[in-house]
């Protein structure tokens, strides 16, 4: 059986029904990477992928990124359930980290090597709210106004986990957790071309700031005037979780954020991040004033 693409009724995304996603054969795996490249937001409802499956899924679509300190940990918890059953505080470290991701971004834009792709599969859902959602970059690219195009074609600007943080008062130590590093604040142009489709996109989000050339505030104004205009109907899609979702989208050209809930409620999703090729998603990095210290590298480790 063919499986079924259902477009959603925005710029991205399509529902794929009728495979299993841990016993795809070789055809059908073309058609979900096929699908991939077209809709660069998948979602599977009801796969209830085990750990390694999940895992297999998204080795699929090429190496996986560590975000554990332990290299066998290849997916990780998203949660605000702490291990005794409990929900986090407020002032947590992991909850503000939870609570960042409540703003438009891209996965690991902050690291060396920015990530392709990445797989979400929902574990335990609140009973409302606690949607992720996603906006095309593709199609926000293309309806810019030409003197906007003209003006972004050449500029770059930083990205950095601290700077993003911070924006939401969490001030945070190097080496406090993946992505607090020292390693410099990679620069990367505000226009990426896909890789496989050639597609230019916006790349932007909440890690970005610091457009070299542009004052502080000019900087800060047009990143949020593009992200404003950018994450709009009808480029956006919000999903309502049910437990053993699964959804993998494409860093490279879409925005996402987690939506609020009840903190009260436990959320649990597990999530496997897909690295970025070197050969298109690594940039070169700038000190960071935020890290205690500027050691270039080009590994994310
Ligand atoms: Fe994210």
Redesign the pocket.
């Known amino acids: 059986m063919e499986p079924r693409i259902e477009p959603i009724d925005a710029t991205l995304g399509a529902v794929v029904t009728g495979l299993a996603l841990a016993h795809m054969d070789a055809s059908t795996w073309k058609i979900v990477e096929q699908a991939f490249h077209d809709y660069a937001v998948l979602v599977f409802p009801g796969q209830n992928l085990t750990e390694a499956e999940q895992v297999a899924f998204a080795n699929r679509f090429g190496d996986i990124e560590l975000l554990a300190p332990d290299p066998e940990q290849k997916a990780v918890a998203i949660s605000n359930q702490k291990p005794d059953g409990t929900v986090m505080g407020a002032d947590e470290h992991r909850f503000k980290s939870l609570r960042g ?1 409540e703003g438009w ?1 891209t ?1 690991s834009s902050y690291m060396p090597l920015a990530a392709k792709a ?1 797989v979400l599969s929902a574990q335990v859902v609140p009973s409302a709210g606690g949607e992720t959602e996603w906006a095309d970059m593709r199609a926000a690219y293309d309806a810019l106004d030409e003197a906007t195009r003209r003006r972004i074609a050449g500029l770059s600007s930083h990205h950095s986990l601290y700077h993003s943080q911070a924006q939401i008062g969490h001030l945070v130590q190097t080496g406090a957790g993946y992505g607090f590093h020292a390693k410099g604040a990679p620069l990367r142009p505000l226009v990426k071309v896909h890789p496989i489709t050639g597609r230019p996109a916006l790349f932007i989000g909440r890690h970005a700031f610091g457009i070299p050339g542009l004052d502080e505030a000019e900087s800060r104004t047009l990143l949020s005037d593009l992200v404003d205009f950018a994450c709009r109907p009808p480029r956006t899609y919000a999903h309502r979780w049910q437990p053993g979702d699964v959804v993998i989208w494409d860093n490279r050209c879409v925005l ?1 954020r987690a939506r609020p809930y009840d903190y009260a409620e436990v959320r649990v999703m597990r999530h496997t991040r897909v690295a970025g090729d070197p050969a298109t998603e690594f940039a070169s990095t700038d000190r960071d004033d935020r890290a205690s210290a500027f050691e270039p590298s080009t590994s994310n480790r």
Request: aromatic content about 0%; glycine content about 0%.
């Open positions: 991701n971004h996965d990445s996402h």
